[in-house]
């Protein structure tokens, strides 16, 4: 089944230290995208990246870093330096090549600061 | 003003309502229109694509109204079931980012 993994599902974290949350997708997407959501907010956008070795940021990249050296894998690490790292973060991706292509997301990931 | 607004909700209706659910986007280069569904601390899952024309699919029906730039979803003979935050979603077009509404809580109730 094509689609997109998360991983991990769940993560906690000591303040200070940079974690990994990984996302791969098997559907061929060109765009990928990583979303942080806070309890009753809306999806804010990170990182976006339409093409391998390139990526842009959101509306929220401080604190945040993401690579793309394959097409089906956009990793992101949430460093010390965001304050706020606490959250429940969503990868996705689409179709580039479509003008009316939908998001798909994984699963997520909720990344809790201790 | 935000780039995409939402009735703020929440909204509690009995099963077998009819409940609207309103969205209005500020860009009018704005190209492809989606409604979400997102359950509690799950991910969103497309709902329904929303087309010029306006589109049904069973109880679900949106409309779109480019002049206006307003999006609307309505769902008839509400289910338990349907219970979830619904999030407008607009795109500018190819190659341009989603942004999304903050979304609106619907909690239909026995």
């Known amino acids: 089944d094509g689609g997109i993994t998360q991983s991990p599902k769940y993560l906690f974290r000591k303040e200070g230290q940079n974690v990994t949350l990984s996302c791969e997708q098997n559907?061929?997407?060109?765009?990928m995208y990583w979303y942080r959501q806070d309890p009753g907010q809306g999806l804010r956008l990170i990182y976006y990246?339409?093409?391998?070795?390139?990526?842009q940021k959101g509306d929220i990249a401080e604190g945040y870093s993401v690579s793309r050296e394959k097409k089906e894998s956009f990793p992101l690490t949430v460093t010390s330096a965001q304050k706020n790292p606490t959250a429940f973060y969503l990868c996705?991706?689409?179709?580039?090549?479509?003008?009316?292509?939908?998001?798909?997301f994984g699963e997520g990931s909720r990344l809790t600061v201790l | 003003r935000k780039e995409v607004e939402q009735d703020p909700g929440p909204f509690n209706v009995p099963e077998g309502a009819t409940v609207a659910f309103n969205c209005t986007y500020s860009?009018?280069?704005?190209?492809?229109f989606f409604w979400y569904r997102q359950d509690c601390r799950k991910e969103p899952k497309l709902l329904m694509s929303?087309?010029?024309s306006g589109n049904e699919d069973g109880r679900f029906t949106a409309q779109l109204n480019r002049a206006s730039q307003y999006i609307s979803l309505l769902i008839r003979d509400s289910k338990l079931s349907d219970s979830a935050t619904y999030l407008c979603?607009?795109?500018?077009?190819?190659?341009?980012?989603?942004?999304f509404g903050p979304g609106t809580r619907l909690s239909v109730l026995p």
């Open positions: 996705a991706s689409s179709r580039l090549a479509e003008n009316t292509g939908e998001l798909f």
């Open positions: 979603v607009v795109r500018k077009g190819y190659g341009q980012n989603f942004v």
């Open positions: 860009n009018s280069a704005s190209q492809s």
């Open positions: 559907l061929n997407h060109d765009a």
């Open positions: 929303v087309y010029s």
């Open positions: 990246s339409q093409i391998v070795n390139d990526f």
